[in-house]
């Protein structure tokens, strides 16, 4: 590169103009009115623990449903386990999940409704398996008396770039797939457009049977469909017994006031969360974008504008999205937190109500309410 400077009339001349993104505003959040609602979304966590947490028939035709499961070894009975994972030592992390069972044969399931995806939801999984799996032995047990543990997550949007809806994931020999170490399966289901009727067949092969496959489709239609909107259930679902027993578990008339309070709270935080999510997204795309092009266009005026443009903005705009998208969701997030216990507090809930809904402590939430003018 020369030495001479250049003078004041070039440069000025040559400097790029600073582009300013324009940052997003996340969508208004609308009230949920339950006052003509018929049916609650079987999704949300109080509906979905009371449909397959209380009627363990329900749940048993469910597992046999969707889950890769022998036709020979079909679940026949289960035990209800406690859904709280306590590690060995406290100071150790634990994990509620929705609902934790035995089978007749020792097996045991772990059930997961998952409304968001986010990148830790694979560790997540794993961890909450592994500790249900190490712990099903004390101190001087045999390792033959372990049992495979099943985790089943039913996720509420697409988190794969795969056309398939359905996730079915083993500890295999990646040069010999038939050559699998037992212990622990996960089956993943994005409850999504992915999903149709259509896409079942031959899905599973012959590891389920077709009374089974004609099943999935019900009860996964059930999950996907059902929602505050509904007013008629489909025929074809009421003509399934268990189906249309948990549909009934799913109306409004169902539910105390107090429960209904609990439903509101946790569809107006997730109502929150995905509208600060979305917002967030869109602000730190912008602010990726601005980055991007500034430190590219200052990257092209010293290596050349006609290289250094396309090779720099291309760089600056890839790391400038992932700098703005790490900072902005981070943002977000903490912003949602904190709305979420401003309109739990307004709307009457308990404090310990809101921790539930929000996984902060008592003490971060009156700290929230006190910097906010409503301790």
């Given amino acids: 590169m020369s030495n001479n400077k250049p003078n004041k009339a070039s440069s000025e001349a040559k400097a790029p103009r600073k582009r300013v993104a324009k940052v997003a505003k996340p969508d208004r959040v609308a009230a949920l009115n339950l006052a003509n ?154 409850l999504t457009d992915k999903f149709s009727p259509d896409t079942i067949s031959g899905l599973l092969g012959n590891v389920q049977r077709g009374s089974m496959r004609k099943l999935m489709v019900l009860w996964l239609r059930f999950l996907k469909e059902t929602n505050e909107k509904t007013t008629v259930l489909p025929s074809v679902m009421q003509k399934n017994a268990h189906i249309s027993r948990a549909a009934d578990l799913c109306k409004r008339a169902a539910y105390t006031p107090e429960e209904l309070l609990e439903y509101e709270a946790s569809k107006e935080l997730i109502r929150i969360e995905r509208a600060v999510r979305d917002g967030t997204r869109r602000d730190a795309l912008a602010e990726g974008e601005a980055i991007g092009l500034e430190k590219g266009e200052a990257i092209g005026l010293e290596k050349g504008e006609a290289i250094g443009l396309e090779k720099g903005e291309a760089i600056g705009l890839e790391k400038g999205e992932a700098i703005g998208l790490e900072k902005g969701e981070a943002i977000g997030l903490e912003k949602a937190t904190v709305e979420a216990v401003i309109r739990g507090r307004k709307k009457g809930h308990s404090i310990d109500t809101i921790a539930e809904f929000t996984d902060l402590s008592p003490e971060q939430i009156q700290e929230i309410l006190k910097d906010n003018g409503l301790a």
Avoid at 73 to 86: A, F, G, K, N, T
């Fill in 37 to 190: 609602v018929l049916y609650l979304d079987p999704k949300v966590d109080l509906t979905f623990k009371r449909i397959f947490g209380d009627h363990p028939d329900l749940l048993i035709n469910f597992l046999n449903a969707v889950m890769p499961l022998p036709a020979d070894r079909m679940i026949v009975e289960i035990e209800y386990l406690p859904s709280e994972l306590i590690p060995s030592t406290p100071q150790k992390k634990y994990s509620i999940v929705d609902v934790r069972c035995k089978d007749n044969y020792k097996r045991q399931f772990i059930i997961e409704m998952q409304v968001f995806w986010n990148s830790d939801f694979y560790n997540r999984i794993v961890f909450n398996a592994g500790k249900a799996y190490v712990k099903q032995l004390d101190k001087g047990d045999d390792y033959h008396l372990l049992q495979p543990v099943y985790t089943l997550a039913l996720v509420n949007e697409n988190f794969s770039t795969s056309k398939k809806f359905y996730h079915h994931y083993q500890i295999i020999n990646r040069l010999d797939t038939n050559e699998v170490i037992p212990g622990l399966e996960f089956v993943l289901i994005e």
